[in-house]
């Protein structure tokens, strides 16, 4: 039960998002057949992506739902955006956007060539940012 896992999980990460307001709108009842510790890492990538790219103070929205049998999960904020040019570049390992020397954030370039590799390990079929 995917809005079960999803409920559970982000109910937890409410109560350590200090800088952002997470709000869920999760529709119940979805079941998927998925490794329930992939669906949590996924999630938990999109999340930090969100809170790191995002100015304090602001809503970070995870909405599940389901429409004509297929599931959609959505990671919403109001960062600045992925740039048109790094779309295609973002799911490489270790790509990060920009450069050392105007990075302000910390990573490893590896959160959504994970978060790709899992949607893909589960037949999953699309990214969009």
Known sequence: ???ETL???LHIK???MIYHKLNLSLEPDIHIQADKNAMVSLVL???ENAEKYTPENSIVEVKLFQLNHEVYLQVCDNGPGIPD???RKIFEKFYRI???ETRTTKGTGLGL???KAIIEAHQGER???
Do not use: A, D
Request: negative net charge; hydrophobic residues 30%.
């Open 1 to 3: 039960n995917l809005s």
């Open 7 to 9: 409920k559970e999980l």
């Open 14 to 16: 409410q109560t350590t």
């Open 45 to 47: 990538n999109l999340l």
């Open 85 to 87: 040019s790094e779309k």
């Open 98 to 100: 920009g450069n050392e």
């Open 113 to 115: 060539y994970i978060s």
């Open 127 to 129: 990214m969009y940012f």
